[in-house]
């Protein structure tokens, strides 16, 4: 089985400012790791993921992710938010498919980010 | 190409009723699921599919009901809607084809339902 913690339920930076969204996972095998975000009233839309081609995944908007096996963490980051960063992400992660697998995704609790002026 | 698509956006129900709650796809996947998203919990699996006539349960499925007829539609039914069920669901569908693989899950739009 996997899980999957998001560190902080919530997270406030100034605009300008680095962003660092924690989430530490668990699993029995080698995984696929996730970052989702959600902004207001709308739907989850893929950030980027890690399928173990190359630990540092950069994705949509000038995020990046690093996988870190030692640490079993796959922490967001992005150097300079801006105001339209402002949303909840969620950090989900999903055994290869395969067997009974399907590529089920488990969520973490999610991180609501603010970004202030 | 519409993606996946939820109907309603909104519902309210009273304690007892029924409905379903639509979503479709038009990227031929072969796996849907449901989730519900309640404030700090994130998103639990319902139920999924990976075929047309093959459903299973996931995290929380007591309450709910699904069937998968077609590749296209998989549709959620509450039978007797209660007021824990006030939640966002979302429908999401992706590729299942690789063993070993791992596909990106493409996520519709939610509907907002709450139970009175």
């Known amino acids: 089985a996997q899980s999957v913690t998001q560190l902080g339920s919530h997270v406030s930076v100034s605009e300008g400012a680095l962003v660092l969204l924690r989430c530490n996972y668990s699993s029995s095998v080698p995984p696929y790791l996730f970052w989702y975000v959600q902004y207001p009233n709308q739907g989850l839309q893929l950030l980027l993921k890690?399928?173990?081609?190359?630990?540092l995944v950069k994705g949509i908007n000038d995020f990046e992710a690093e996988f870190k096996k030692s640490e079993t963490s796959f922490h967001l980051t992005k150097p300079s938010a801006h105001m339209s960063d402002a949303a909840e992400y969620f950090c989900?992660?999903?055994?290869?498919?395969?067997?009974?697998?399907?590529?089920?995704?488990?969520f973490g609790q999610g991180t609501i980010l603010t970004v202030h002026p | 190409n519409a993606g996946v698509t939820q109907t309603p956006k909104f519902q309210v129900l009273k304690t007892g009723q029924s409905m379903t709650l639509q979503c479709a796809q038009d990227m031929n996947h072969e796996y849907m699921s449901w989730y519900r998203q309640d404030p700090g919990m994130g998103l639990r699996l319902i139920h999924y599919s990976v075929g047309a006539g093959i459903t299973d349960q996931g995290e929380v499925p007591n309450g709910y009901n699904v069937s998968r007829s077609t590749t296209e539609d998989f549709p959620l039914r509450l039978l007797s809607a209660a007021p824990s069920q006030t939640s966002v669901y979302f429908c999401?569908?992706?590729?299942?084809?690789?063993?070993?693989?791992?596909?990106?899950?493409?996520f519709g739009p939610g509907t907002r339902l709450t139970v009175t």
């Open positions: 890690y399928t173990s081609a190359a630990t």
């Open positions: 989900a992660v999903s055994l290869p498919t395969g067997g009974t697998s399907y590529g089920k995704l488990t």
């Open positions: 999401a569908s992706s590729y299942v084809k690789l063993a070993g693989a791992s596909y990106e899950q493409y």
